[in-house]
């Protein structure tokens, strides 16, 4: 061989040193344009895992009526109410208009029951005295010592300013402008009558009481006044004779 031809050749470990750093440089290449999608990838999935909602949270298990224990309670009566035992068998409260509704009915029911549950028994043992202090025709004589009423009857003798009287509340009750004790709460039946100042002083706990005992005493006079009509209407003697 020619001498310069062999001084051009490299080294067999000089070669094997170049091949080396060939090898090492295209696997470093190779990984330069490898790395990167993998690290793509685990973007995207990361994103993705954060683009998805959690799945939604299962319902609360309806709640047992207070009022009928083999009977759920239904979906409008979740206890936040005051008074509200559940009791709803028929279904009719099926919207928060309806359920506003029938506590605005029911309410005022309860106070015109505890009015006539409280009256009936006075008309019957206080009418006839007082008709002999004043030296007038007592109404219970009309009505063989019944208090005055529809199925009773007596209502005719009562005088006419009475019923004016009456209409005269009743209209300004119903136009007459009110102030709500709670106008933010909005309570059913808040009429802002509170002439003692009892509702200022009590604390929230308090007025929730009160407003469960007022629904409790408005449905006890309810059941009540409907005992007192039927008692007489069937046995058409006084519930509470006077003496």
């Not at 009429?191 to 706990?205: A, E, I, N, T, V």
Request: glycine residues 6%.
């Amino acid at each position: 061989a020619h001498p310069s031809a062999t001084r051009d050749l490299p080294s067999p470990p000089r070669a094997v040193a170049m091949f080396t750093s060939l090898a090492l440089a295209s696997a470093g290449f190779a990984s330069n344009m490898v790395a990167p999608t993998r690290v793509n990838s685990a973007v995207t999935s990361i994103r993705m895992d954060e683009a998805v909602p959690p799945p939604p949270s299962p319902p609360p298990a309806p709640m047992q009526s207070k009022a009928l224990p083999f009977m759920k309670a239904p979906k409008m009566l979740d206890g936040s109410m005051a008074g509200d035992n559940g009791f709803d068998p028929l279904g009719l409260a099926d919207s928060e208009s309806r359920l506003s509704f029938y506590r605005e009915a029911e309410i005022r029911h309860c106070r015109l029951a505890m009015l006539a549950a409280a009256n009936w028994p006075l008309a019957e043992l206080l009418n006839k005295p007082i008709a002999r202090l004043l030296n007038v025709p007592a109404l219970t004589d009309y009505t063989a010592g019944r208090a005055p009423s529809i199925p009773n009857g007596g209502l005719g003798q009562v005088s006419a300013v009475f019923w004016l009287l009456v209409i005269a509340i009743g209209v300004l009750a119903e136009v007459g402008e009110i102030s709500p004790l709670e106008p933010s709460a909005k309570l059913a039946g808040d009429l802002g009558f509170d002439p003692l100042g009892f509702w200022g002083k009590m604390s929230k706990q308090e007025k929730r009481d009160m407003q469960d005992k007022e629904l409790a005493n408005g449905r006890l006079a309810m059941v009540a006044i409907t005992a007192f009509v039927l008692e007489e209407f069937v046995s058409k003697s006084p519930a509470f004779p006077s003496f």
